[in-house]
């Protein structure tokens, strides 16, 4: 589904900001796979 639809069928921004940003991979901001890579290379650091 894309942005567009989803705004359209009623769903809040706010929700729909949520889900982008823990999105993993799809088209958007994949700011929480980048937190979970982040984080993996942090650990794999200490």
Do not use: C, H, N
């Not at 823990?22 to 200490?46: E, N």
């Amino acid at each position: 589904m894309e942005v567009g639809e989803v705004l359209q069928k009623g769903l809040p921004f706010p929700i729909l900001r949520v889900m982008e940003y823990l999105s993993v991979d799809r088209t958007g901001f994949l700011w929480g796979k980048q937190y979970r890579l982040a984080g993996y290379y942090t650990m794999a650091a200490l």
